[in-house]
């Protein structure tokens, strides 16, 4: 496999959804795109609660694990530490152009808001956005507070894409999984990967005219 030169950064963190970034990072690693992946800790336990996955607690392991089960080329994906400062994400003179956070708490999108950089996360996520490239933001709470909503306008009022993961029901879903696919098939839009998970609007009416 060659890989592609434009990689993307992926960052998991404590929020309900980890179904959402999984199979985010699964379409990503059959688009053939690097991936440097961030798991928050909380992430894990979520990850463990809502899926069949259990990381191994080491770095290493788990990363092998990730790259087994989701198909990874040798050296396509790698897992960072939180504590890994040297990584190419936390600098702008090295880190991808693409950024998604996918799900996002409200206290990472609070730390991002602030630029506090408490952690990788929120530090590769900042030089995102100095660096003026994209980053999706996947908040996932219901409902929001005004200071979520205040987060969220200062975060897009500085470039950021604030998408919440709401599936649509005019294609029918028939599983849990065609509803995830609805949500990561915007993502996979909005980065310019090409997707067969979902038509866009409109575009199955024109394939099915005669």
């Not at 506090?116 to 590769?124: G, P, Q």
């Not at 995830?180 to 098939?185: E, G, K, L, N, T």
């Amino acid at each position: 496999m060659n890989l592609r030169d434009d990689g993307i950064t992926l960052a998991l963190t404590g929020a309900s959804g980890a179904q959402y970034g999984l199979r985010l990072l699964e379409c990503l690693l059959a688009a053939e795109r690097p991936v440097q992946m961030l798991i928050s800790e909380p992430a894990r336990v979520v990850i463990g609660m809502e899926t069949n996955e259990q990381l191994p607690g080491r770095n290493g392991d788990a990363q092998r694990h990730l790259a087994t089960r989701y198909g990874a080329a040798e050296g396509q994906l790698r897992l960072l530490g939180q504590s890994e400062w040297t990584a190419a994400c936390a600098s702008g003179s090295g880190a991808p152009r693409n950024m998604v956070i996918c799900p996002c708490t409200t206290g990472t999108l609070a730390g991002l808001a602030a630029g506090t950089s408490n952690n990788l996360i929120e530090r590769a996520a900042d030089v995102v956005m100095k660096e003026r490239g994209q980053l999706i933001l996947v908040p996932r709470e219901m409902p929001f507070s005004t200071l979520h909503l205040e987060n969220m306008l200062r975060l897009s009022r500085a470039g950021a894409v604030i998408m919440p993961p709401s599936p649509g029901f005019y294609h029918h879903p028939q599983r849990i999984e065609d509803m995830v696919d609805f949500v990561v098939a915007r993502i996979l839009d909005h980065l310019s990967i090409p997707q067969e998970l979902m038509p866009r609007w409109g575009h199955e009416r024109e394939h099915r005219t005669p």
